[in-house]
């Protein structure tokens, strides 16, 4: 049955994927609200819901190194795998105000995470915890975050209501969206989920710790959305989408997932050490680099084929600490 998990969940996660870029795309068009916005805010909080989800879930269950494990292995993942794999389909071009403005944002919740695991930002020194305080204060991070973005739509947006048609096609009706949006989403939660199951199931099995099932299995599994939608975003021609997807991800993730997670219950890091805390800030890092030439600001394919090479690297690294 886990085996049988996997497949159904991969294919909702497929099929939710297409139905959410189509249904984000047609709003963004009617409301005259970029690609990047949608990808950044919409499509974030649905392909981050499963995070959400199993962050809580393990919380409750007292198995917290999981949840940690969860978004700090979803971060890595999303930015060596999927910014990776997209840029070898598709040199993935970055907009300036990325660069400037939300990959900075995404390097700051990755560096605020690792003084957190590193000892603590208003903890006792050395307790390695997500404390409720701090908790909160990511909460207030992703509250700051939301407003910007928000603001940013709110300035840049020509809403035009009456164009219906889009490169000589019509337009997706309004109520037709809004349905695409929900299904996908619902698919993509769903799909996650079940995934997830078959996977954990599999990993236990053989043994693996909730640290490392978290770090790898499990964060692979609720990061197939973010891929997916990224994937089928870019071919489709929307890598606004595909980037802000990622992008705003891996900041839900972090402020959002860990933020009110940690403020329910204090969060020890177990088994996630400081390496995979370096790791996860690290990806960032490069992230920016890559996207930072000031003629093209293009992740290259090259470039993409060097950060699935570095997620490889790191994967082995974990099954040989085994």
Known sequence: MDIVWLIVGLVLILVGADALTDGASAVAKRWGVSDLVVGLTVVAFGT?????AISLVSAVKGSAPMAVGNVVGSNIFNVLVIIGLVAVIKPVRIQGSIMFNELPLVILSSLA????????????EGERILTRPEGILFLLFFIIFMRYTFSQARSGSQPDPGAG????KPLM???????????GLAGL???????????????????MSDALIGLTIVAAGTSLPELATSVVAAGKGKPGIAVGNVIGSNIFNIFLVLGLTGTIMPLPFGGITVADLLVMTGASVLFWIFGWKFAERTVTRWEGGALLALYVAYICWQVAMI
């Open 48 to 52: 981050s819901a499963p995070e959400l």
């Open 113 to 124: 995470l690792l003084a957190v695991g590193s000892g603590n930002i208003l903890g006792v």
């Open 165 to 168: 048609m889009v490169s000589g």
């Open 173 to 183: 009706p309004l109520w037709k969206s809004l349905l695409w949006i929900a299904g």
């Open 189 to 207: 939660v769903w799909g996650g989920d079940r995934f997830v199951a078959g996977a954990s199931g599999i990993a236990s099995s053989l043994g």
